[in-house]
């Protein structure tokens, strides 16, 4: 079965250093998805691309966060400088793009990147 | 912007009791709307979804949902929980969010116990 890969599965980082995470969506996806959610929360969307557009980053701390997409594959998130209320779960998805007429938009989250930063 | 409300943030039952779970959302136009689950450890899965036709739909182990548009609700429920049910569930909603996009928006969550 088709599955999202993320790496790291982990990761601490002492604060002010960079740190990026990976994100190889399922194949043909071309809608991917980076959340975040911290610790007995829901996850929160920081950035959507549709192939290697970004569509929104409404939420995404733009100062010191960037994510790219840069052939509408894989992706990668990187937070330069890292601040200790960044450590959360960092999770990536993909879907089918339902502006193509695809009804099941259905999301298909990978293990995530859990971020400590000390 | 969307938004989705669940209502409980923890609830805790002995297994074989019923589950209901609320969820409401706010958006006035075409949604799909799923309920995803998080067991200890591991990453999101989905339990079930709805995009059109019946309300009541059915998912994984044992869970429903149902879809009431009036109320602009999609509780899930499950007539006798089990101990392995101990999990996070979230609902999510998809919908139009302009500019040619869709969004995918979560609720917080509610925490189910289940004490064997």
């Known amino acids: 079965e088709a599955e999202v890969a993320q790496s790291p599965r982990y990761k601490i980082t002492e604060k002010s250093q960079a740190v990026a995470f990976w994100c190889d969506p399922i194949?043909?996806?071309?809608?991917l998805y980076w959340y975040r959610q911290i610790l007995g929360q829901g996850p929160e969307l920081l950035v959507q691309?549709?192939?290697?557009?970004?569509?929104?980053d409404s939420q995404l701390p733009k100062d010191r966060f960037s994510a790219e997409r840069l052939k509408g594959v894989d992706s990668t998130l990187k937070i330069q400088p890292a601040e200790l209320g960044d450590s959360a779960m960092y999770l990536c998805?993909?879907?089918?793009?339902?502006?193509?007429?695809?009804?099941?938009?259905?999301?298909?989250f990978g293990q995530g990147t859990r971020l400590t930063v000390v | 912007a969307q938004s989705v409300s669940q209502h409980n943030h923890h609830v805790i039952l002995s297994e074989a009791a019923s589950l209901e779970l609320g969820c409401n959302y706010s958006?006035?136009?075409?949604?799909?709307l799923f309920w995803y689950v998080q067991y200890p450890g591991q990453h999101l899965q989905l339990l079930l979804k709805y995009f059109s036709g019946d309300p009541l739909v059915k998912g994984i182990k044992g869970f429903e949902a149902e879809f009431i548009k009036s109320k602009f609700s999609f509780n899930l429920r499950k007539p006798s929980v089990q101990w392995s049910d101990t999990a996070e569930y979230f609902c999510?909603?998809?919908?139009?969010?302009?500019?040619?996009?869709?969004?995918?928006?979560f609720g917080k969550g509610t925490k189910l116990s289940v004490i064997p």
């Open positions: 998805a993909s879907s089918l793009d339902p502006r193509t007429g695809y009804t099941n938009t259905e999301a298909f």
């Open positions: 691309f549709q192939d290697e557009s970004v569509v929104d």
């Open positions: 958006y006035g136009g075409t949604v799909n």
């Open positions: 999510a909603v998809n919908a139009y969010s302009g500019a040619g996009s869709y969004q995918l928006t």
């Open positions: 194949s043909g996806h071309a809608t």
